[in-house]
């Protein structure tokens, strides 16, 4: 009964999970563990100091020599880590440094576990894809503990409760930013590039980091790295549909109205650098290139879906070396988040990248699981001359994580699939 005041004070069997163990002495202090922490009595600290929770993380998660980026405006950095925006409100919550402890891990996501997690000292913080922003629950520390350590004769299920072990994701904060329909899925870890930056190539971007200089997360200038041609600047031209971006003296270039409102959405023009071709046509595609990536306009997608960056890691990763399949599937949904029974729109892309051309009449499957429901499949119309095709679907009606898998069937080869998700709330 001695823990019960401090139990239900920290939340209770609602944030910390039920008890798991009585409660027992070991080196002059009393412990009892619960699924998401351990709860700790030093009948020797002076009042008010003697209740606590014991310091697990060490034994969950490897520390991390990589610096942490500056800090934004309202950001808190303790211990050398940032702590995640959402979770600043619970950690003060529960007591801050004493009750939590220092951060050990920057916040970093999980996809085996479909979470974003930030390990603290003494207690862990965590939000499912699936949930809304703002929702904090606790990582199963106590959980983890009993399986690590099996002489505390825990009760219940702990052999699911394990921690994974993580690349460091130090762009991580950026992408949940900005979004990663303007940065696309990673095509790599995180790796010294040869001018002693840290480097992570995505779907669309290549972000850079300098470990001695922490200040900023930088954009490579993937377009003209892969080969796309600065183009001199041009006059203005009298189009509606254009807005005129001066580069050079009166000079500069014709940026469609519908780019520079898809730029604003997603980072600004900090994120985009300034245009460096005028609207050029490719495999059936309006293009246009930037300083950092690129953006093309599809007449034929549904109208939310026309604009979208241009694939240019896939560029950088053969330049660099790296193995590139040949079939590259890109897959993304109108709405990352979307109110039951709606209609979802998932747009899909077939390049081959072998001859590097988009790929024409393929017409792939989706199937889909929601609502507890067995698997449903269906087939997207055949892709157009530049390789793409849309597909409605509806949505389901239940809140929570829809997940889908996209696949091609290829005449002698294994089937090339991507899985992704939308939330139902």
Request: proline share 8%; glycine share 8%; net charge negative.
């Amino acid at each position: 009964m001695r823990f019960r005041e401090f139990y239900d004070l920290q939340g209770g069997a609602e944030l910390l999970g039920k008890p798991v163990s009585g409660a027992f002495n070991e080196n002059g202090s009393q412990y009892q563990v619960l699924e998401n922490g351990i709860m700790v009595y030093n009948p020797t600290a002076t009042a008010g100091e003697q209740f606590n929770f014991q310091a697990l993380a060490q034994n969950f998660v490897k520390q991390t020599s990589l610096p942490t980026q500056l800090a934004i405006s309202g950001q808190t950095v303790l211990g050398g880590h940032i702590i995640y925006d959402e979770f600043s409100a619970t950690f003060n919550r529960l007591g801050g440094l004493r009750f939590v402890g220092n951060p050990v891990t920057d916040v970093r996501k999980n996809n085996e576990e479909s979470r974003y997690e930030q390990y603290f000292e003494k207690l862990g913080l965590y939000r499912m894809f699936s949930d809304p922003p703002g929702t904090v629950r606790l990582l199963p520390y106590g959980l983890m503990e009993c399986r690590r350590s099996l002489n505390l004769n825990c009760d219940g299920n702990f052999q699911n409760a394990i921690p994974r072990d993580i690349p460091p994701q130090p762009f991580l904060p950026l992408v949940m930013r900005v979004g990663e329909r303007l940065i696309g899925a990673p095509l790599s870890d995180v790796y010294l590039a040869p001018d002693n930056k840290l480097e992570q190539i995505y779907e669309n971007v290549v972000l850079v980091f300098d470990p001695e200089n922490p200040r900023t997360i930088e954009f490579r200038s993937v377009p003209e790295i892969v080969g796309v041609q600065r183009q001199t600047p041009v006059a203005l031209r009298n189009d509606l549909g254009l807005t005129f971006w001066q580069t050079s003296g009166e000079l500069g270039h014709n940026v469609p109205v519908a780019f520079l409102e898809y730029i604003a959405e997603y980072g600004g023009t900090e994120l985009s650098g300034e245009p460096i071709t005028e609207l050029f046509e490719i495999n059936g595609l309006r293009r246009q290139c930037f300083s950092n990536y690129c953006l093309e306009y599809d007449p034929n997608a549904p109208k939310e879906q026309q604009v979208r960056p241009t694939n240019l890691g896939y560029e950088y990763l053969k330049l660099l070396g790296f193995s590139v399949p040949a079939i590259h599937l890109g897959v993304w949904e109108s709405e990352a988040v979307i109110a039951p029974d709606q209609t979802q729109i998932v747009g899909v892309l077939v390049y081959n990248q072998t001859p590097d051309l988009p790929m024409k009449d393929v017409q792939p499957t989706l199937t889909i699981w929601f609502d507890g429901k067995p698997a449903k499949e269906f087939i997207f119309p055949a892709t157009s001359p530049a390789g793409t095709s849309f597909l409605e679907i509806p949505t389901g009606k239940l809140p929570g994580l829809t997940v889908y898998e996209v696949c091609v069937l290829w005449p002698g080869n294994d089937p090339v699939c991507v899985k992704d998700s939308w939330i139902v709330k």
